[in-house]
Nanobody
Framework: VQLVESGGGLVQAGGSLRLSCAASGLAFSSYSMAWFRQAPGKEREFVAAISFNGLGTYYGDSVKGRFTISRDNAKNTVYLQMNSLKLEDTAVYYC???????????????WGQGTQVTVSS
């Protein structure tokens, strides 16, 4: 199983980025997917999750209303659209896959290597 994140980079506060996570080696449309992030010196934080069919989503409080998770099962890819970025959104962003349908208390079974997002003032 391989999860490969892309789309990270440097962006000014208030700007937008879209992250992608391409999955291979698993039956993608059977897995719920999620994004987490980890800033230096902080614990890993849940960002957003999406159900296997894309009909259900769940967001962490710190990103609600600013970030949108989506997926394209034909492309085995999950996305994270990040708008109105803040300095505190700076972190390494990881995607995860789970065979559990639960979106709250998400527990990833497979993880990507991460992509850096840096928000500057």
């Amino acid at each position: 199983v391989q999860l490969v994140e892309s789309g990270g980079g440097l962006v000014q506060a208030g700007g937008s980025l879209r992250l992608s996570c391409a999955a291979s080696g698993l039956a993608f449309s059977s897995y719920s997917m999620a994004w987490f992030r980890q800033a230096p010196g902080k614990e890993r934080e849940f960002v957003a999750a999406i159900s296997f069919n894309g009909l259900g989503t769940y967001y962490g409080d710190s990103v609600k209303g600013r970030f949108t998770i989506s997926r394209d099962n034909a492309k085995n890819t999950v996305y994270l659209q990040m708008n109105s970025l803040k300095l505190e959104d700076t972190a390494v962003y990881y995607c995860a896959a789970s065979w559990s349908p639960a979106l709250r208390d998400y527990s990833g079974h497979y993880w990507g290597q991460g992509t850096q997002v840096t928000v500057s003032s």
